[in-house]
């Protein structure tokens, strides 16, 4: 017993989740076996392979597009509002009653604490459903028109695999258009999981289709001639391959791209919740967080102080298997996304910044990161400029509101953005000249449906989440005149 | 003997004066019936470089300005325009044609279009901006904010098309670069005599005339260009190519519109292509 304070394993049992050996792709309301070859999908606490998974090729892609073109013209774009609303709630209430379950899958396939999936993740997927269910039959009061674009082809990222779905899956079907969703190669099982609530739902065929795959699926998905809407959640450099791919068609396009948002905390902030919002922002979700407080900006008079707090707050983060429920920091997605936050620390490490990591064990097996922090880091810094999509947290200081401002907005993303102080008007000033979609005032990392998220610059164009997250899913980009 | 009339030298409008290209260049303006207009400036790269860092020196004092005080200086376009509606008249009589008739219409419809605008500019964020009903103790609000520095291929109709296409842009608070139509591109310069007599400040509106296909990828691939406007591009082929250009630091891109009815009034579209959303939150407690 060396540390008498240490907490005992409580570990959430996985035997509520049945994992099939294999899976294949969801096209037109049934399981169907994919063309191409089956990938695996590995938990990364453990390695372990969990499935095999079907590989979509071109030709399950277009089968797909076609069964969500039938449905979209058959069946769904003619059902009454109120109707496709009532589909949209079963589904709401399916997920919470398969909540727990869902949350475990989720868990194992993609690494992160199953405190997060339990108490974040699978919470707000429902809510989304069930804010968007309400919009089906009140789009008339939307601003955008009621007419749905037709099929979208939407494509989500590994970081989190359900809540993605449900951003791009419960505004797309509240306006009447029907989906081929493709979920990232590492973490495609709660999509599929997905797949059978919406069969249990009685979802009628052909209205959500799910194809896995890799950068190949996707690329045939949003370049397919029959897809009117691509939507996508991921990297900056995929988001403009993207919108190269749909120039010069009659695709609407949204993007929700990287980061590197600073967090900034001013010396009269209190500072026991900004170390909370600090950690909360860079080592939430192991840092695989597109809005992440990659960048902290201090304020100079304080930052020794908010240093030795943040080391020793850090310090007590329990890292390990992701079904422990005190579980704080999960395990890094994938072998190739650890490497990547290897090689930029490392660089971090050699252009001279001072690198700090909590210690801790790190289990023998699977793909893990202590959480890291460097300090002495200008803007020059690669580790200042690109995003890391790990917990890794990069510090610089300021000296006055308007230094704060340039150093923050010295970047080409503009996702978000945090401000820690107790003075109102300072905040809204900073609220102000923040060029960011997002600004968490004394909080961060906070979501909800009836808000709109999205970035500035190169994070992407778009918002998803509220009212404005039906204006690309509706053929009347706006608010019309008087007279229409 | 009858009087020797004095001609106008036509240029560019950038950042509130009016040089010359600096490549030398011009170009040749008919009238409808192919008689010498007048000889137009042929814009460079350099010209659309030096038009876009006077939009972005502008961006930030306009952008930061009042609502109410944007609304106030579209205004006063439309005043200066409508007292010099007369030589509009005559420009566009000359330059496409057209009869007294349908001339005053396009002038009328264009000092309209302003005031419209005008109106706008306090009133977008209450129309598409909104408070959240956050489900937890937190308080945010979701606002609209201009994109930035947008370039615009303007279409044809050097004055109501034009007006059309830039005032949405500068009343929600985004500078611009224009791409006067190529074919009557002088009116466009006369419009920019306004716009530096009205309040405007220099920069906030830059008036290119040349040729299309020269000028525009240059603004479609520059880096700190945030958004473009492709409502004059009529070339498919161009307008695929300068929206991928556009797609390496992710602009904002409205894409060509070749059946667009400028007399009609228009809704919101172009004003919210070029807005942000910044939500911003705040816990709700002590």
Redesign the interface.
């Known amino acids: 017993m060396s540390n008498p304070f240490e907490y005992a394993p409580a570990p959430e049992s996985r035997a509520i989740v049945d994992v099939k050996p294999s899976y294949g792709l969801f096209i037109d309301g049934e399981f169907v076996d994919g063309t191409g070859t089956a990938f695996k999908t590995v938990n990364p606490a453990t390695e372990e392979v969990l499935a095999e998974v079907a590989e979509a090729s071109d030709a399950d892609v277009d089968a797909a597009v076609k069964a969500a073109r039938r449905a979209h013209t058959r069946v769904w774009s003619r059902m009454s509002g109120a109707e496709r609303a009532k589909y949209l709630y079963r589904i709401a209430r399916i997920i919470q009653e398969r909540g727990r379950e869902l949350a475990v899958l989720e868990s194992i396939d993609n690494g992160k604490p199953i405190k997060e999936s339990r108490d974040v993740d699978v919470p707000i997927v429902a809510a989304h459903f069930f804010y968007y269910a309400g919009w089906a039959d009140k789009l008339q009061y939307s601003g955008f028109g009621t007419t749905p674009l037709g099929v979208a082809g939407q494509v989500i990222p590994w970081n989190f695999p359900l809540l993605m779905l449900a951003w791009k899956i419960a505004p797309a079907l509240a306006c009447g258009n029907t989906v081929v969703l493709k979920p990232a190669e590492t973490t495609p099982l709660t999509a599929l999981l997905f797949a059978e609530i919406c069969q249990q739902a009685d979802l009628p065929p052909g209205v959500v289709n799910i194809v896995t795959g890799a950068g190949d699926t996707g690329r045939a998905i949003v370049s397919h001639p029959d897809v009117d809407k691509v939507a996508f959640t991921g990297s900056t450099e995929v988001g403009k391959a993207i919108a190269r791919a749909v120039a010069g068609s009659d695709k609407k396009v949204t993007l929700e791209l990287g980061g590197k948002a600073a967090n900034i905390v001013f010396d009269d902030a209190p500072l026991d919740q900004a170390v909370e919002g600090i950690v909360n922002g860079i080592f939430f979700n192991q840092g695989h967080v597109c809005c992440a407080g990659s960048r902290l900006l201090v304020q100079e008079s304080v930052a020794d102080e908010v240093m030795d707090r943040l080391k020793r707050r850090m310090a007590t983060l329990r890292v390990g298997d992701p079904l422990d429920k005190n579980t704080d920091v999960g395990a890094i997605n994938s072998a190739e996304q650890l490497a990547k936050i290897r090689e930029l620390s490392a660089i971090g490490e050699a252009e001279g910044a001072e690198r700090w990591s909590a210690p801790c064990d790190l289990p023998a097996n699977g793909y893990w990161f202590a959480p890291t922090v460097f300090t002495g880091v200008s803007q020059a810094h690669r580790i200042a400029r690109e995003e890391i999509f790990g917990p890794v947290l990069s510090v610089l200081t300021f000296r006055t509101p308007s230094e704060a401002v340039e150093k923050a907005n010295n970047t080409p993303f503009g996702l978000s953005a945090g401000v820690w102080t107790d003075k109102g008007s300072l905040i809204l000033s900073m609220a102000n000249r923040l060029r960011a979609g997002v600004v968490w005032a004394n909080t961060f990392n906070k979501f909800d449906p009836t808000s709109p998220f999205g970035g500035y610059k190169e994070s992407g164009y778009g918002r998803e989440g509220g009212r404005h997250g039906l204006e690309d899913y509706l053929k009347g980009t706006s608010v019309k005149g008087a007279d229409s | 003997m009858s009087r020797i009339d004095v001609r106008k030298t036509y240029k560019l409008y950038i950042g509130g004066q009016f040089p010359r290209s600096e490549s030398g260049r011009s170009y040749v303006v008919n009238d409808a019936k192919g008689r010498l207009l007048a000889n137009a400036a042929l814009a460079s790269r350099k010209d659309a470089r030096d038009a876009v860092v006077a939009a972005r020196s502008a961006f930030g004092g306009w952008s930061g300005r009042t609502a109410y005080n944007r609304a106030q200086v579209v205004y006063r376009v439309a005043e200066v325009l409508e007292g010099r509606r007369e030589q509009f008249e005559a420009e566009l009589r000359a330059a496409e044609g057209v009869s007294s008739s349908r001339a005053r219409a396009y002038v009328d419809a264009a000092i309209d279009r302003l005031v419209w605008y005008a109106g706008w500019a306090d009133k977008i964020t209450q ?2 901006g ?1 408070a ?5 103790p ?1 308080f ?1 609000l ?1 606002t609209p904010e201009p ?1 930035g520095v947008i370039a615009v291929v303007a279409p044809r109709g050097p004055l109501l098309g034009l007006v059309s296409v830039v005032a949405p842009l500068i009343v929600t608070g985004n500078t611009v670069v224009v791409i006067a139509s190529e074919q009557h591109p002088l009116t466009a310069i006369t419009l920019g005599e306004v716009m530096a007599t009205s309040d405007l400040p220099g920069g906030v509106v830059n008036v290119l005339t040349g040729s299309q296909a020269e000028i525009a990828p240059w603004l479609a691939s520059h880096m700190d260009v ?1 958004g473009i406007d492709l409502t004059g591009v009529t070339d ?1 082929a161009l ?3 300068l ?2 250009a ?5 602009k ?2 409205r ?1 060509p519109a070749p059946d667009t009815d400028w007399l009609a ?5 172009r004003m ?2 070029f807005l ?8 709700i407690g002590v």
Not at chain 2, 132 to 136: H, I, S
Not at chain 2, 265 to 269: I, V
Not at chain 2, 276 to 283: D, S, Y
Request: charged content about 25%.
């Open positions: 129309v598409v909104n959240n009903p956050v489900a937890g937190y945010n979701s994109s945030n498919p307008a695929t190519g929206e991928v556009a797609a390496d630091n992710l904002r891109v894409r009034e228009p809704d919101l579209d919210t292509r942000e959303t910044k939500t911003v939150w705040h816990p």
